[in-house]
């Protein structure tokens, strides 16, 4: 073999990349001089697409594959560097690889609560997490928009920028947002999706689809979710007199087996129900000055306790029967069939 043969197989470059760094989506080959011998091999790894670079202009686009570098595969250099008339000496580009793989389990989330106008609450504040995956879909645009001339490019870099991107776009659409955020809260998937059809386009201007996009929590603030837990509460609480006088009735049978018996809590069971009907009345009344709750009806109780003859007051009945068992004038069957009948009545 000929000296002159021997340098001449010495230019012929392999250019690949083997992609040994995690995290890396653009890279740069390095070359001596930045030279690259005709009749070069590329190789184009799946999941890879490698851009040509010549005098600062993009002069082509490789998918997967394994390409000779002559003027069929780059005829867009013919021009440049006369290959047309079979000119073989080493011209200068740049060849930078970059990653189409699918970037999966990536994490988002509003380092500060975002501000929006809902329907329900007027301005909420909230902070809000979840995962996303995206990946390089076109590299052309990818190098020109976001990773140019650089050596490298990391997926931290470019996650960052498209993290900033995700929560302008995400507080633009639940501002812009007619559903109420609670129903949106209440189905994260079709808050995901909602988000996700608008950063589609976002990230189609950087050269990256967006495959997945997925809300994990929604934080409320401290003094909304108090809000809503008492209009939780109340809804379960219901109407405020029956559940009065279920306390007061239910607690007689305990206090009978006590030192004093229900003798100890007669005078307070009137009392009691009076003042469960006051607070029945105010909660009620405070509601029904909402608009479009009407208030309903509440019975004088008061007035009735205090008419009622004391042959009709459940607790000097309910003493009178315990003192007829103690004395075992009754049996215990009569006395529990005796007592239901008169719970029955008082809490109806």
Same mark, same amino acid.
């Given at each position: 073999?000929?000296?002159?043969?021997?340098?001449?197989?010495?230019?012929?470059?392999?250019?690949?990349?083997?992609?040994?760094?995690?995290?890396?989506?653009?890279?740069?080959?390095?070359?001596?001089?930045?030279?690259?011998?005709?009749?070069?091999?590329?190789?184009?790894?799946?999941?890879?697409?490698?851009?040509?670079?010549?005098?600062?202009?993009?002069?082509?686009?490789?998918?997967?594959?394994?390409?000779?570098?002559?003027?069929?595969?780059?005829?867009?250099?013919?021009?440049?560097?006369?290959?047309?008339?079979?000119?073989?000496?080493?011209?200068?580009?740049?060849?930078?690889?970059?990653?189409?793989?699918?970037?999966?389990?990536?994490?988002?989330?509003?380092?500060?609560?975002?501000?929006?106008?809902?329907?329900?609450?007027?301005?909420?504040?909230?902070?809000?997490?979840?995962?996303?995956?995206?990946?390089?879909?076109?590299?052309?645009?990818?190098?020109?928009?976001?990773?140019?001339?650089?050596?490298?490019?990391?997926?931290?870099?470019?996650?960052?920028?498209?993290?900033?991107?995700?929560?302008?776009?995400?507080?633009?659409?639940?501002?812009?947002?007619?559903?109420?955020?609670?129903?949106?809260?209440?189905?994260?998937?079709?808050?995901?999706?909602?988000?996700?059809?608008?950063?589609?386009?976002?990230?189609?201007?950087?050269?990256?689809?967006?495959?997945?996009?997925?809300?994990?929590?929604?934080?409320?603030?401290?003094?909304?979710?108090?809000?809503?837990?008492?209009?939780?509460?109340?809804?379960?609480?219901?109407?405020?007199?029956?559940?009065?006088?279920?306390?007061?009735?239910?607690?007689?049978?305990? /206090?009978?087996?006590?030192? +004093? =018996?229900? @003798? $100890?809590?007669?005078?307070?069971? *009137?009392?009691?129900?009076?003042?469960?009907? #006051?607070? /029945?009345?105010?909660?009620? +009344? =405070?509601? @029904? $000055?909402?608009?479009?709750?009407? *208030?309903?009806?509440?019975?004088?109780?008061? #007035?009735?306790?205090?008419?009622?003859?004391?042959?009709?007051?459940?607790?000097?009945?309910?003493?009178?029967?315990?003192?007829?068992?103690?004395?075992?004038?009754?049996?215990?069957?009569?006395?529990?069939?005796?007592?239901?009948?008169?719970?029955?009545?008082?809490?109806?």
């Amino acid at each position: 073999m000929s000296i002159g043969s021997f340098i001449k197989k010495q230019f012929i470059d392999i250019l690949q990349w083997t992609e040994d760094t995690d995290g890396v989506l653009a890279w740069r080959h390095p070359m001596e001089d930045m030279e690259i011998q005709y009749g070069g091999s590329l190789t184009v790894r799946e999941s890879q697409m490698a851009v040509f670079v010549n005098e600062g202009k993009i002069a082509d686009v490789f998918g997967p594959g394994m390409y000779k570098l002559t003027t069929q595969t780059l005829p867009v250099l013919t021009y440049l560097k006369n290959w047309d008339k079979l000119f073989e000496s080493p011209f200068k580009s740049d060849v930078y690889f970059f990653s189409t793989r699918l970037q999966i389990g990536r994490k988002w989330g509003t380092a500060q609560p975002i501000t929006i106008r809902d329907a329900d609450f007027g301005m909420v504040r909230l902070r809000a997490f979840g995962l996303y995956s995206y990946k390089i879909v076109d590299p052309k645009l990818f190098y020109t928009e976001i990773s140019g001339t650089r050596a490298e490019y990391t997926r931290d870099e470019v996650e960052e920028q498209l993290r900033n991107l995700l929560i302008a776009t995400m507080t633009g659409t639940l501002g812009a947002s007619s559903i109420p955020f609670l129903d949106m809260a209440a189905n994260q998937p079709l808050m995901a999706q909602t988000i996700r059809e608008k950063l589609v386009p976002e990230f189609a201007r950087y050269g990256v689809a967006l495959d997945n996009f997925a809300v994990t929590n929604v934080s409320l603030p401290e003094e909304l979710q108090k809000a809503i837990d008492t209009r939780i509460s109340m809804g379960m609480m219901g109407d405020m007199a029956k559940y009065t006088q279920y306390q007061v009735a239910s607690s007689i049978p305990l /206090a009978a087996q006590n030192e +004093g =018996g229900i @003798a $100890g809590i007669g005078a307070g069971l *009137a009392a009691g129900a009076v003042m469960g009907q #006051a607070m /029945a009345g105010g909660l009620v +009344g =405070g509601v @029904a $000055g909402a608009p479009g709750v009407p *208030a309903p009806a509440v019975p004088p109780v008061a #007035a009735a306790s205090a008419a009622a003859p004391a042959a009709d007051d459940p607790a000097a009945r309910l003493q009178k029967l315990k003192e007829l068992l103690d004395k075992s004038l009754i049996s215990q069957a009569e006395f529990d069939t005796a007592k239901a009948e008169i719970l029955k009545k008082l809490i109806g």
